[in-house]
């Protein structure tokens, strides 16, 4: 099935203008079928205005004819040149199944214990996360901080050991470049700390002479 644009406004349109069976619009629309009988039914997007697919390039006319006149056909949207343009660029948010997400505080724990040098913005985009949410877990503001432990989040199952490797190896590698843009304290020569001592040179030992005679002794008599 291609994704088309406006889906609830297209089954509205579908809805009230054709013979197509719920499942058939459903399929077409990207909607459950109760949804489908829920539009028929005016309880579901009672305000919106309907599309018409033949209008808009989504649906040719011979598609339509074929699935009206056959109830187990499938109806194919027409590829649009600007679908693609339409489209958000923006990737989407990242899912954490439900049974998973009451693991998450640990993992974040897990971050502000032994890699502090990941900020709070990549911690959220890996985690699938909120940046108040790290926060709490950091200042054990939490509601649950009582039972959070620090847990690898490759052991939780959220993230892969090559996306977290990655993301440690990026954050430290930012942090780096930041410490020399600061430019830390240096380490001062050796020589430089204090004077060097200077060699020790025994003094000179006086040669000890002949025998002392009286001359030597007393002097020499005038």
Excluded at 71 to 89: C, N, Q
Aim: glycine share 6%.
């Amino acid at each position: 099935m291609t994704d088309i644009l406006m889906p609830k406004a297209t089954a509205v349109w579908l809805v009230d203008n054709t013979s197509l069976t719920f499942e058939q619009i459903a399929d077409f629309c990207g909607l459950h079928p109760l949804e489908v009988r829920g539009i028929a039914d005016g309880d579901v997007a009672r305000d919106i205005r309907g599309a018409d697919p033949l209008v808009n390039g989504q649906l040719t006319r011979e598609e339509l004819d074929k699935a009206q006149n056959d109830d187990s056909y499938r109806m194919k949207a027409v590829v649009s040149r600007h679908a693609e343009l339409l489209k958000s660029a923006k990737p989407a948010p990242k899912y954490t199944p439900v049974s998973r997400r009451q693991d998450r505080p640990d993992a974040i724990a897990w971050f502000v214990r032994n890699h502090p040098e990941v900020t709070d913005a990549q911690i959220a985009k890996l985690l699938g996360t909120t940046k108040s949410t790290i926060e709490s877990v950091r200042s054990r503001t939490h509601w649950n901080s009582a039972n959070i432990k620090p847990v690898d989040p490759v052991t939780l199952g959220l993230v892969g050991q090559l996306a977290l490797d990655e993301l440690v190896k990026k954050a430290a590698d930012k942090k780096a470049k930041d410490d020399a843009k600061k430019g830390g304290a240096t380490l001062q020569p050796a020589d430089a700390a204090e004077p060097a001592e200077p060699e020790f040179v025994p003094e000179a030992r006086e040669r000890r002479g002949a025998e002392p005679t009286a001359e030597s002794v007393f002097g020499a008599k005038d």
